[in-house]
C-alpha cells in the first residue's frame, strides 16, 4: 500500500487554522464582561477606556515593525513568541491589581495580537499560489469568525468576579496554540541571513490600504455605536445579541466562496462592490425601526463582507516577494487597525449630537475610500491565471 503524504502547504493551511482560532476564541472569551470587571478593580470611565484602546493603540504602533522582523528573522518564530507573550501576559488578570495597571496588559496583547495576525496571513501568501490565495486567506478568515463566534458564549458563564479565571484559560489556549506553532512550517524555516530587498511601493499595495481603510471605518462604528443605536430602537438585549450572531453566521459559511471568488473572479470589481455594500447600509441602518428587520439586513450587508476581504487581501499581495509580504500585511493590518480606532472614537462623540450622524458621516467616508482602488487598482489585472492546482484547499473549519 502507497501512502500519498499530505501536501505542506495544506498541512501548515490547518495548523493555522487551529492557531487562530483558538487564539481568537481566547481573546474574546472574557472580552464582553472586560470594563465591567476594570470597574470592579476601581477603575473610572475615563480609566475603562484608556484600557480598552490601548490593545487598538498598541497594535497600530506595532505591526508594521513585526511584519518587518518576520520577513527579517522568519515568521515562525515571531509567531512562537507572540503567542506566548498573549497567553502570559492573559494570565496577569488574575492578579489583584488596580484597573490602570491592566494598560500594560492589553498593550501587550494588542502588539502581540497584531503580530500573530500578520504572520498567519502573510504565511499563507507565501505558501500558495496566487491562483489560489484567495481561498486559503479566506480559511484564516473564517478561523477568526468562529473564535470570535465561540468564545463569548464560552465565557458567559464565568462572572465578572471570576473573569480572572476566564483570562487565565484565554492564556492556556494561546500557549497551547504555541505548542502547534513549534511544529508548523510558516514558509520560512531556513533563517535567511540576507539583507531585506526592499518593499514594492505600487498600485496593487496602495489601493489595498485604502481599502483596508474603508473596512476599518465601518467596523469602528459598529464597535462604538451599533448596541447604543439598537438601544435607541428599543432592541431587547436577545435583538442585540442576535444581531451579531445574524452577521457572523452568513460571512463563516460564506467565506470559502468569497475565497473562490477571489481566484476566479475580478478581484477588483469583488472587493469594491463588497465596500461598497458595506457603506450603504451603515447608511442605511440608523432609519430602520424594525429590529427584526434589521436582523436580516445584517446577514444581508454580512454576504458582501464575507465575499470581499478574501479579493482585497489577494490584491496586497499579488506580484510581491516572499520576504516583503509580512511588511505589506503589517502596513494593512496597520492601516485597517487605525482607521478602526479613529472611527470608534469620533462615532461616539457624534452620536451624542445625532443618532444617525456616525453611520451617514463614515459611510459616506468609507465610500470615498472604496471608490479611489478604482484609482489606484486602474492597470492592475483583477483576473489571476491559475498556473497550479497542485493544492487543494480543506473546507471551512
Known sequence: MVVVPKDPATTTLWR????????????????????????????TPSVVGLVMASFFVA?????????????????????????????????????RLAAPWFVATRVLQGAAAG?????????????????????????????????????????????VRDLGWAFFATGVISLVAAVVAVRTDLGDLAYDPTPL?????????????????????????????????MHAHHASTL???????????????????????????????VAVAGLLNGAAFLALYPHIHNNDLILVLGSCESVGASLCLPAI????????????????QGLYTTSNTASLALAAGVSGFLFTINPALPFTVIAVASSCFALSTLFWWRHVNGHVTPRSLAHPLPSNP
Open 59 to 95: 497594535g497600530v504602533a506595532t505591526q508594521f515593525a513585526f511584519g518587518h522582523l518576520a520577513d527579517r528573522f522568519g515568521r515562525r518564530k515571531l509567531l512562537i513568541v507572540c503567542l506566548v507573550v498573549y497567553g502570559l501576559a492573559s494570565m496577569t488578570y488574575l492578579f
Open 197 to 229: 530587498p526592499r518593499m514594492q511601493w505600487n498600485t496593487r499595495l496602495v489601493g489595498a490600504l485604502f481599502a483596508a481603510s474603508a473596512s476599518g471605518l465601518s467596523v469602528g462604528v459598529y464597535e462604538a455605536c451599533w448596541s447604543l443605536l
Open 239 to 269: 435583538q442585540i445579541r442576535l444581531s451579531w450572531t445574524f452577521f457572523g453566521v452568513p460571512w463563516l459559511v460564506l467565506s470559502r466562496w468569497g475565497g473562490w471568488l477571489a481566484d476566479h473572479a475580478n478581484r477588483r470589481l
Open 115 to 159: 503580530a500573530i495576525e500578520v504572520t498567519s496571513l502573510s504565511a499563507v501568501s507565501s505558501l500558495f499560489p496566487e491562483a489560489q490565495r484567495g481561498r486559503a486567506v479566506s480559511q484564516i478568515f473564517a478561523a477568526q469568525l468562529f473564535g470570535i463566534a465561540i468564545g463569548p458564549v464560552a465565557g458567559v458563564l464565568a462572572s
Open 16 to 43: 493555522l487554522t487551529v492557531i487562530v482560532a483558538l487564539q481568537w476564541m481566547g481573546a474574546t472569551l472574557g472580552l464582553p464582561l472586560l470594563p465591567l470587571f476594570l470597574e470592579h478593580r476601581g477603575g
Open 313 to 328: 487581501s489577494s490584491l496586497m499581495s499579488q506580484g510581491a516577494a516572499d520576504r516583503e509580504l509580512s511588511r505589506r
